[in-house]
C-alpha cells in the first residue's frame, strides 16, 4: 500500500509506494509560463484566469523552492539506496 507523504484540499498530493516509486499529483518544476500557457490551452478550466495570474506572481517563488527541495529530497534518498 502506498504511504501518503504530503495532502492538499484534502486529497493526497504525495506518495511513496514501497522504497523506490514516488508519485506527485502536481508539478513541482512549474514556472509563471507554464501557468500562462496552460491557461491558453484549455481556458475554460481555469474559473478565474486573472486571479490565477495574481496568486501566481505572488506565489511563484515559494512553489519554485518547495520544487528544488522536493528535488533535492528525492535525490539524497536515492543515494542512499
Do not use: M
Request: aromatic residues 8%; glycine residues 10%; hydrophobic residues 35%.
Amino acid at each position: 500500500s502506498a504511504t501518503e507523504l504530503a495532502r492538499g484540499s484534502g486529497l493526497p498530493q504525495a506518495y511513496r509506494l514501497g522504497e523506490r516509486v514516488w508519485a506527485v499529483q502536481f508539478h513541482p518544476e512549474v514556472t509563471s509560463a507554464q501557468i500562462e500557457r496552460w491557461i491558453g490551452e484549455d481556458p475554460e478550466d481555469v474559473d478565474d484566469a486573472s486571479a490565477l495570474r495574481t496568486a501566481t506572481r505572488k506565489r511563484i517563488g515559494g512553489w519554485n523552492r518547495l520544487g528544488r527541495e522536493l528535488c533535492r529530497a528525492f535525490l539524497e534518498a536515492a543515494g542512499r539506496r
